[in-house]
């Protein structure tokens, strides 16, 4: 199995995984064009992508769905409730996968497990992609350390782990109060330091290496999210940090 963060941050998610000959697209914040040139960076062809799987409603998740569903001719999965607050803005979409939130959609001998989560969108989800015995999870947009999270970082062979903001600089940031009640609050993000406690507590010893993703860049800097988890649980680990603005990976299990 291997995985490449193409973008991450609200500027766009968009994230690609390959196990056993299938190709998947998590999320579609990023352009046709721009999604298969990075792909095609490492060698892959955005033409022959399995499924396009989409987290949630939310405009850095979802904005380019169709274009990608479209141009390349890639199938989209998605629920009910995600692509009707998604379909008017994007365009004409045929023969749509629907699936339940906490469902498991299948593809030959790689699974993808959904996982429900408490963020802000109507019907969001995080993935644990499984294949071969390996167990990959791509967790972000989580809202607040939910349960059964835990346990299903516990399972995980390597890990996309949101750690969006740090509570000092979302604190003493430009962000009008409102907004910042939001992405501290149960339905918004959690902070490099609940990710990083999250991770000492329940990573498994089978965990050979972590992404942190979704890092604001106004609350965040790569720096600071990285020396939270290294100060608290990584120490010596293999720790990454997904880009905003381009491929980071691949990513091997």
Known sequence: MIAISLQSGSSGNCIYVEADGVRLLFDAGLGGRETARRLAQHGRD???????????????????AG????????????????????????GRLTGVQHFQ???TLDFGR???????????????????????????????DLG?????????????????????????????????????????????????VESAELMRDWAGTQLRWACLAHLSETNNE???????????????????????HAAVGPFEL
Do not use: Q
């Open 144 to 192: 607040h350390v939910f349960r059964g999270l835990g346990e299903a970082v516990g399972s995980l062979d390597g890990a996309f782990i949101e750690s969006n903001y740090d509570p000092d600089m979302l604190e003493r940031g430009p962000y009008p109060e409102e907004l910042k009640e939001r992405i501290r609050g149960p339905g918004g993000h959690i902070s490099n």
């Open 222 to 244: 790569p720096a600071l999210a990285l020396s939270t988890h290294r100060r608290t649980w990584a120490k010596g680990f293999p720790l990454h940090v997904a880009a905003r």
């Open 46 to 64: 955005a033409r022959r992508v399995d499924a396009l799987i989409i987290s949630h409603e939310h405009h850095d998740h979802v904005r380019c």
């Open 101 to 103: 939130a906490g469902a």
């Open 67 to 90: 274009v990608l569903h479209r141009m390349h001719g890639i199938p989209l999965y998605a629920t009910r409730k995600t692509l009707r607050l998604s379909e008017a803005r994007l």
């Open 110 to 140: 790689v699974r993808v497990e959904t996982l429900p989560t408490p963020h802000d969108g109507a019907d969001g989800v995080a993935f644990v992609v499984f294949e071969g015995g390996k167990r990959l999870g791509i967790l972000t």
